[in-house]
């Protein structure tokens, strides 16, 4: 048969299948079942005659009657969908291909390819996003790997004590087994090694924990919410979902998606510093730059976009598969740690030197003896390997000392008080995006808020309005003039960010999408006004956009309707009626504004605002310009009043916060009268600030101020009225300077230099803008301000848990270097071995910070006074307490060191045993006293910790097997239940002495001020 017939018949079949399978879906039951029997049919016809056009290739199969070959390698080429493909699409964005762009017909052609519409979006249905994100790809990031467990073991070995200590242990092994075989000479070095491989275990896992922890806190943060339209709605959806062929709705702090090219909109300016280094914002518009770049931010105006490009697609994509998060940042409190860890390790070196020298001395002088009471060095007699394995046991026994003596937990403790804070506090609406924020919101004297969102509901719904002198409460719409409401649709529709969506159907309700004033607004003008917000925006042309600004606090809009053109004004009250010269009444009289009639506005506006309503008043004017937006002599066309409640238990969180010893500063841009009655009802004015001229003041006096007048001031105001983002920069700078610890809540894209400059930046998850979230160190994902009293209580928690843990460790590193130091030089041997050592070091560090770093936030937390910037990390109550613990082990032992053999009438081995079994329970017991700095009784909420009680059951028991059945590998006897009876008392002691110590007063200058001043004087 010919290629050409073959080919032709194989067209036809294909074109006749293709037919088939794009037969309407919606048939019913009956027609389905014998459509499908029509296809069953039709393709077996089909598959018996392609069979007749074998194909037949050279060298691929010998020619045999046996079996029949079909080519049926036909699938689906999804490209052929759109008349542009991925690799056109990367090329006009990435190169900024202007002349590629106007060639498709400019972005409505590309629109066009890309099977859209600019105004509807693209279907939703799921069919739809999965074809277009298997052509173009998905919006997601291809990242490096994260960090293995075994890359943490590795870093676990990298430390100097650690491989020293396996030095050590290969020594004493190749020892042990050449003067006692491999039977009975491994113990000693092997069990060196297993607990040395325990210690490095435990840490590489906790730590690899963690790493996979803020792994997932890194997911979760970048998981941003993107306005798309999608079915003509406008919606909001995860930025991984967006797809090719989207349209987008960008505002300011927006942070732009994907790359794609400007559709539509108005003063886009956007800052692309983040891809060019360039901190000049770029302008997008119709007639010049029209491409738009992943990863860049809105900084001004507005606009839609269409996607062209995706995930590793794009130049962000690609760049960002390249940069892995940093887990390694060092926060304040660490860098703190880093230096008394250093210190505590210097003592211990020390001490380890001065132990390993007394040692050699005894030993090479003969004052060591053996168990049987013979001399172990006796000069030439000792055989040289015995020498070696001496000096070994003494180098093991003087490193250890330096693995007891340095604190390695507490860099552990901090990472996983930290990422077990980060990970409860998600579940109180907090996300962490830098560790430092954690620990420094504990420490803070000052918490500046925004007031629309966060001590409010942002459910915003207008309760009030005046037309005119009159007010529009009765039924506006029926009692207004036509030229009126005309006006009003025009002012609404054509002057907002926001829009309205209702479905095809009489009986839908609704949509409305934007900021919550924006959404306020267009509900009340559809319900109240009648306003048809389509047939006004198709009436309309936009000529020019002047945004909301929130320094100017208004926006503006120049229209034109059959060649005449309208200017409309919409914002703060008080600012748009100093823009006005004229006002239209209900009826549509217009009239002038005389003095009286200016007052009468302005107690309108007062009254409102003092029922805690946010003024917003509408303006226009016929004399438009093509240019510039007209600014005066406007005519007022009325007045709304919109009510945002204020949150249900803000006024507890705030007195919460107040009782704390922290103080709240209200920062908004309402007018003063709205903002103090906001104020009162949230608690942050009391009566007591009636008397205080300075508790309540406009941004604009603030600024007046000089730095001088501004120092004096800051601390007494409680209320900032009309204020902007620069505005509360000053006063976060003032107050820093003043030594304050500040917190800073924000959420509009001028708010990040106070985010930055504050000490804590907390944005807002739900109207905060993505430069906000970015400038800021934690993201309040609810926008409530009892979430922020929530921060301050984990934050307390998280300091408050290290400095349990360090008072719990220096306590066991004082008790082992006294108790090793004194026996080493008194008896020229250490009671605690290698082994045992590194046991109470894993106890201390690795369960021990599990333990007292998980402690959940209490309320007596919140009864204390902040800590200020310079506090001593190991404060007064932290010495007394660790002290008298230290004092009263290091006692004990050092009775049992030198009398336990007489008291107890038991051997050498038996005392060293009980003195271990003492020691390590003294820590356990000691661990409960550790729980509370302060507090008496250390059992309270003890049955909510099950962690704590889980380690400390886990530990007893493991302390009874090191003691009871692994006598070589810990190198102990078993002890009788009298022994036993004996070392729990001893330990138990501790709760006494604890309670009887908290009773002790402590000055509240420190220990080592004293010093100071001795020094100085």
């Not at 009956?30 to 296809?39: G, R």
């Not at 860049?296 to 130049?315: E, L």
């Not at 319900?527 to 389509?534: I, P, Q, R, S, Y």
């Amino acid at each position: 048969m010919s290629t050409t017939v073959s080919s032709h018949a194989e067209k036809n079949n294909l074109v006749g299948v293709e037919c088939l399978l794009e037969l309407p879906k919606t048939l019913s039951k009956s027609n389905k079942k014998w459509q499908v029997a029509f296809i069953k049919i039709y393709c077996s016809r089909t598959l018996l005659n392609c069979a007749k056009h074998a194909i037949g290739k050279p060298g691929l199969f010998p020619r045999s009657l046996s079996y029949t070959a079909i080519d049926l390698d036909r699938h689906q080429d999804h490209h052929k969908d759109f008349k542009i493909d991925q690799e056109t699409l990367n090329d006009l964005v990435k190169n900024k291909n202007q002349e590629k762009l106007e060639s498709l017909g400019g972005p409505k052609g590309l629109v066009s390819a890309l099977k859209t519409n600019t105004r509807l979006g693209i279907n939703e249905e799921a069919d739809e996003i999965q074809r277009r994100r298997s052509t173009f790809g998905s919006n997601t990031y291809t990242r490096p790997p994260s960090k293995s467990l075994i890359h943490f073991v590795i870093e676990a070995f990298k430390d100097l004590t650690i491989l020293i200590l396996l030095g050590c242990a290969t020594l004493s092994l190749g020892f042990g087994i050449k003067e006692h075989v491999l039977k009975e000479g491994w113990y000693d070095g092997g069990s060196i090694f297993v607990a040395v491989f325990l210690v490095v275990a435990v840490s590489a896992v906790s730590n690899f924990r963690q790493n996979r922890q803020f792994d997932k806190l890194s997911k979760v943060s970048s998981n941003i919410k993107i306005d798309v339209v999608r079915n003509g709605r406008r919606q909001e959806i995860s930025i991984f979902d967006i797809v090719v062929g989207d349209i987008i709705c960008l505002n300011i702090g927006d942070q732009v998606p994907a790359d794609g090219v400007f559709v539509e909109g108005h003063s886009l300016h956007v800052d692309e510093s983040s891809m060019t280094g360039e901190s000049d914002h770029v302008e997008v518009n119709l007639n010049g730059n029209t491409f738009l770049f992943s990863g860049t931010k809105v900084a001004d105006g507005f606009g839609k976009m269409v996607v062209t490009s995706v995930g590793m697609n794009t130049a962000w994509g690609q760049m960002m598969s390249h940069i892995s998060r940093d887990t390694n940042e060092q926060t304040p409190l660490q860098t703190r740690l880093d230096k008394l860890t250093s210190s505590i390790g210097k003592v211990g070196l020390l001490v380890a030197f001065l132990v390993l020298l007394v040692l050699l001395i005894r030993y090479f002088t003969g004052s060591t003896k053996d168990e049987s009471g013979k001399r172990e060095y006796n000069g030439k007699n000792t055989k040289s390997d015995e020498i070696v394995n001496a000096v070994v046991e003494m180098v093991a026994a003087a490193v250890t000392i330096i693995v007891v003596a340095i604190p390695e937990g507490l860099p552990l403790a901090v990472t996983l008080t930290l990422a077990y804070s980060m990970k409860r506090m998600m579940k109180d609406q907090a996300m962490v995006r830098k560790l430092s924020a954690c620990e420094t919101m504990g420490s803070a004297t000052t918490i500046c808020t925004d007031k629309t969102g966060t001590l409010t509901l942002n459910q915003m719904k207008v309760t009030d309005s005046w037309f005119g002198l009159e007010s529009g409460n009765a039924s506006p719409s029926s009692t207004l003039s036509r030229k009126v409401v005309e006006l009003f649709h025009q002012g609404v529709a054509m002057n907002t960010t926001g829009s309205v969506f209702k479905a095809k159907g009489s009986s839908s309700e609704y949509e409305f999408s934007g900021s919550p004033t924006e959404k306020a607004i267009l509900s009340w003008a559809v319900g109240e006004l009648k306003m048809d917000m389509e047939e006004v925006i198709r009436e309309h042309e936009v000529v020019h956009v002047e945004a909301f600004n929130s320094e100017k606090k208004r926006s503006g809009v120049l229209i034109k309707k059959r060649g005449e053109m309208t200017v409309h004004w919409k914002g703060a009250a008080e600012k748009i009626l100093a823009m006005c010269s004229t006002y239209y009444e209900g009826s549509g009289v217009v009239k002038e504004i005389q003095e009286d009639d200016k007052i009468h506005f302005e107690n309108i506006i007062q009254s409102m605002a003092a029922n805690s309503l946010r003024c917003i008043a509408f303006a226009y004017s016929e004399d438009g310009e093509t240019k510039k937006l007209k600014e005066e002599k406007l005519s007022l066309l009325g007045i709304v009043g919109i009510k945002d409640p204020c949150r249900p238990g803000v006024k507890k969180a705030v007195e919460d916060c107040q009782f704390a010893g922290v103080n709240i500063k209200m920062i908004t841009g309402d007018n003063i009268f709205t903002a103090r009655a906001i104020a009162v009802e949230c608690g942050i004015l009391t009566p007591e600030d009636e008397t205080n001229e300075d508790a309540v003041l406009e941004g604009e006096a603030f600024r007046s101020y000089t730095q001088q007048q501004r120092l004096e001031k800051v601390e007494r105001i409680k209320v900032m009225a009309r204020s902007s983002p620069f505005d509360k920069l000053l006063m976060v700078k003032c107050l820093k300077e003043l030594g304050h610890v500040v917190a800073v809540t924000g959420d509009g894209t001028n708010d990040a230099p106070a985010l930055k400059e504050a000490d804590i930046g907390l944005s807002m998850g739900i109207q905060g803008t993505e430069v906000a979230k970015e400038s800021s160190d934690i993201v309040i994902l609810d926008d409530n301000f009892a979430s922020v009293a929530t921060v301050l209580k984990w934050g307390r928690c998280v300091y408050n848990n290290i400095q349990k843990f360090i008072q719990f460790q220096l306590t066991v590193n004082v008790a082992a270097l006294v108790i090793n130091f004194v026996a080493a030089v008194s008896a020229g041997e250490v009671p605690l071995t290698a082994v045992q050592l590194l046991w109470v070091n894993l106890i201390m560090d690795t369960l021990g910070a599990l333990a007292l770093a998980t402690e959940k936030p209490t309320n007596d937390l919140m009864k204390n006074k902040p800590v200020g910037r310079t506090a001593p990390l190991i404060t007064n109550v932290m010495w007394r307490n660790l002290l008298a613990q230290a004092f009263y082990q290091i006692s004990v032992l050092l009775v049992l060191q030198f009398r336990g053999r007489s008291i107890f009438g038991v051997t050498e081995r038996v005392k060293n045993t009980l003195i271990f079994n003492t020691f390590v329970l003294c820590q356990v017991f000691n661990e409960f006293n550790a729980r509370s700095l302060e507090k008496k009784n250390v059992f309270r909420g003890l049955h909510k910790n099950r962690l704590f009680v889980g380690i400390i059951v886990v530990t007893v028991v493991l302390q009874v097997v090191m003691v009871e059945f692994l006598k070589r590998f810990a190198d102990t006897e078993r002890l009788n239940w009298g022994q036993w009876g004996v070392c729990l008392a001893i330990a138990a002691a501790s709760w006494p002495i604890g309670w009887l110590v908290k009773s002790v007063p402590v000055p509240e200058k420190h220990f080592f001020s004293y010093l100071k001043w001795t020094k100085r004087s």
